[in-house]
């Protein structure tokens, strides 16, 4: 059950010649798509405006990165590990509610039942926690994180993959 991506997108995998829009997406997307959850000090604490580029370098190394392209722009990217944590998944802003999400889920899960995982999690924003929750994950606990003083809720959620 693959989600289409638009015609006019295709997936690829991550470059690291990637890395400053792929964070530069993150950003804006903290930044534009999560006001309605987050205010400005957690935003702000999720994605200070100056991005440890090393850290994320280290970051995108430990996972698998899939990246929607539409043309030369980066629509969104989603980053999984093999173990059948979805660790990241956001869109850009100017792509949201296109479908980008979703393809880009439907494409790490057809992977990772690839791989022969059956189970999945992910610990999702509050914005994120609808999504996840139409993909067929459920809460399993309610946390919080802390960066510096400023404490951000999100829900951990998981899903089993039940066989095809």
Same mark, same amino acid.
């Given at each position: 059950?693959?989600?289409?991506?638009?015609?006019?997108?295709?997936?690829?995998?991550?470059?690291?010649?990637?890395? $400053?829009?792929?964070?530069?997406?993150?950003?804006? %997307? =903290?930044?534009?798509?999560?006001?309605?959850?987050?205010?400005?000090?957690?935003?702000?604490?999720? %994605?200070?405006? =100056?991005? &440890?580029?090393?850290?994320?370098?280290?970051?995108?190394? %430990?996972?698998?990165?899939?990246?929607?392209? &539409?043309?030369?722009?980066?629509?969104?990217?989603?980053?999984?590990?093999?173990?059948?944590?979805?660790?990241?998944?956001?869109?850009?802003?100017?792509?949201?509610?296109? @479908?980008?999400?979703?393809?880009?889920?439907?494409?790490?899960?057809?992977?990772?039942?690839?791989a022969g995982v059956r189970e999945l999690h992910?610990?999702?924003?509050?914005?994120?926690?609808?999504?996840?929750? @139409?993909?067929?994950? %459920?809460?399993?606990?309610?946390?919080?994180?802390?960066?510096?003083? =400023?404490?951000?809720?999100?829900?951990?959620? @998981?899903?089993?993959?039940? $066989?095809?």
């Open positions: 059950m693959t989600s289409p991506l638009p015609a006019t997108f295709n997936l690829r995998a991550y470059q690291p010649e990637d890395l $400053p829009a792929v964070v530069a997406l993150f950003q804006a %997307s =903290v930044s534009q798509l999560t006001t309605e959850h987050y205010d400005a000090a957690q935003r702000q604490a999720w %994605s200070p405006e =100056v991005a &440890d580029l090393q850290a994320w370098q280290t970051r995108f190394a %430990s996972i698998e990165l899939l990246i929607a392209e &539409d043309g030369c722009a980066i629509a969104g990217f989603i980053g999984y590990s093999l173990d059948g944590h979805i660790d990241l998944l956001f869109t850009a802003p100017g792509f949201a509610r296109q @479908g980008v999400a979703s393809a880009l889920y439907a494409a790490a899960e057809q992977r990772l039942r690839a992910t610990e999702a924003s509050l914005v994120a926690q609808a999504f996840f929750a @139409g993909q067929g994950f %459920s809460v399993q606990q309610a946390q919080t994180v802390t960066r510096g003083a =400023v404490i951000l809720p999100r829900m951990l959620m @998981g899903k089993i993959l039940e $066989p095809r």
